[in-house]
């Protein structure tokens, strides 16, 4: 027989079985509530989209279109009176503490009516998980917080993030490239503070968000070790909008340049700057940034995906409801092999998106993965039933403590292994580039499907084209993503492999 | 195009390309809002005034006589900038090539030829819709003056600009349909708004509802489907061409940008996984050109099995473009997806084209169909 080390040795080969199999993994520690919760949002999802999107989002593409400078403020109040933007914020810090995995389920069906709307719903996480992922669980609970009263007052309060630059996409995804790229955004450290200077675009959402995850270089030619993340508000002096751009699709979802003239931001609103984090036995202050980044990556691009998986729904259910009731041929199009065979191929398509991004999100339910802490039985519980007026009153104040920033440390920073970085890592880009090509592939299907009736407007397909073409493109390119799981689980079984060098 | 054509149509292509430059280019994302912006009346009167809408109307009609090889040339010059006039010309010349298959090219003559005004030169038509897919759901009646048509039809391309439009309706008693040409400022008829669609903004289309429409019948009874089938043979050399210009500019403008660009310290055209994408390009836009110079001579010269090379051709270079168009645009990353450029457009407007002559399936059934049995064709 075999031994019990001779066993670890073998599914210690590729494939390797602890990033092979995540669910089977992941699904035994999952504590039971998680499913209850997770079907009572997607329900919610359905009716907002049934209710809210779907009347409307054909209207505002076309609005859009109509009016480049169009911004969403009225689905903004609708996401707002729903509780979207509260949902997946944990109690401890104001939120619903809906589980987070669940985002990527409700990101699927509000995807599956508009993916534009589905944006400025979700959007807003991206912030969130910008805010999270410093560890700064001080700012985060006061950020979050102002985000829940907004709820209750009915003034939406949403989080926008801001990296890319004008002449620096992929690098500033990439702490690998980011030394050789061209930025602006320089954070100058002054008494007190930081003066800011730089602008960023292709923003989702900024125009219509309160604050923004702004990333910021306090060394533009050493930018990997010299990050530093700030929360700015909206208004704040030497902070103002530049273009809105004008997108092929997506439209209800603006597209900000954000732009810093001589910005201050007070010391308070630093999230994490790179130069003053703890040192760390396993991680240079390189890899830190790095491992940042990636912990807000790990939880988005998945996210994407499901975006791309929604699109991807979208697209064959509008072809299979123009196949059960138009007649090609003398004869229903649903009675033709060809379009059955299609039609499989496009509810293939959805599945392989929603099990690719399902397993990215069992991935960071492992140890070493962003959600791991609060599926742990014992905190999921604490956190979802203990009464909130003792959150509020006894756990609250200590998230202002060095102790809870320690704890957090310790949890975000130290507990990561490399290799469960490089497993959530490289699963993250695996769920993004098969769902979003899912999302364009399923829309190119249903134009061909559908002719003439495919490409009018008013009948819906072709905007699920329109819209899919961006996710390919955001959250780092499918190019990048490619690189990025090559890198985290192929390539680093073969020491002389090196990436991003030519 | 093969060296062949290429000296021949080299005047054809120069106009073509001139006047890309000149009346295009400069306005492509102003002249891409329609309906949301200003229609370019001026510029189609500029092309009717060079005789682009004549191109393959006989001499003797006012036009210039010349063939699917010219045509072609055309097609792909202008659609390498902007393959909305492209799209209007293709929809023009299809109706047209109909009503030659059908005998009425006296009447043609008679109603577009030697005509200043661009809207009467123009002859609108369902052009992405083959109507032995879809039944038509017009309805015609013979009465005494002639015939009489009523129902709705969708999706007339250029319904809202030209004067008269090209439509198949059924009669009742017969098997297939029949084309009739109706004058678009009949009393019985009324136009929707333009319709908003995926690609080609500036070759717009309408719905038309008619009520007691008048109608002139072109060909016979009952023979629409064989007109439609030898004139969409030719036109799919077309179809072809505006997908190779299609392609070509999105290679230019991604080879332009990648040279330009930098990341990760170089320009990005460095940088081999992006190469690979731009290399693919590179072959789809040789073998583009391959094809659509073989396709246009088989058709002009009518070489055995010219319909099924036509055929394959349009169906080939759809696929093509449709997948070249997308990698253009994620050459250019964020910028692509934004109108500041122009592959979000072309993106667009390949998946349009693709589209014409009637469901990409059923062309391709039909294709096979030919192949299995040749009286098919």
Redesign the interface.
Known sequence: MISLKESESLLDLEPRFADSFCSLQAMPQLPKGMLKETKSAIALARKFSNEVIKPVALEID?NA??DPEYLPWDLVKKANEWGFYTMFIPRLFGGQGVNMPAASYVIEELSSACVGIANVVFVHYLGVAGILASGNISLANRVFREVAEGEKKGKPCIISLAI?EP?????VEENE?VD???LNCYAEKVKGGYIVNGSK??ISMGHVSTWCCLIAYTDLKKPSENTVTFAVKTGTKGFTFGKH?????QKACPASELIFEDCFIPDEYVLADSRTFQSSKKRSTKALVEQYIHYVVEVTRPAVGAFGTGVARGAYETALKFASE?????KLLINHE??QA?LADMYKNVILGRLSYVEANYANGLSGGIYHLLQLKLLYYYLKYVPRVILDRLVNPFLNTKMARWLFHKFLVEAQSIEEQRRVSGWASLAKIVGTDMG?KNS?MA???M????????RGA?KF??DS??L???EG???LN??NLFANLIGRSFNQVRV?E? | MLTIIKNELKSFEDLARNFATKELMPNRRTNDRYPFGAFYDEVLTKANDVGLFGVTLPEDCGGIGQGIAALSVILENLSAVDASLAGIIFTNVMAQEIMFSAGGKNFLCNIVGHNTDVHTALIAFQVYLNPAEIKPSLEAIKNKDGYILNGKIEYVVLGGIARHALVPAYIKGNDGYTFFLIDLTDKGLTKSEPIFSLGLHACPAVDLTLVNTRATLIGKEGDGARHFEQASDRMCSAVAAMQCGIMKGAFQEALSYSQERFQGGWEIINWSALRMLLANMAVQVKIAEMVVAATALAVEQQHPQWEKSARAAALHLSELACKLTTDGIQVLGGNGYMKDYGQEKRFRDAKQVQALLGLVPMRKLNMIGAVINPKMQ
């Open positions: 076309r279109h109509a890319t002449n620096a996409g992929t690098d490239l050789r790229a061209r675009i292709f751009e004008d997108k092929m699709g138009t007649e090609v041929g003398g060809w379009v299609m364009v190119q134009l061909e499907m002719g003439q009736a495919g490409l009018r407007h008013d072709e084209l329109r073409k961006l390919q493109i955001y390119t499918n190019q490619r690189i991003f030519e």
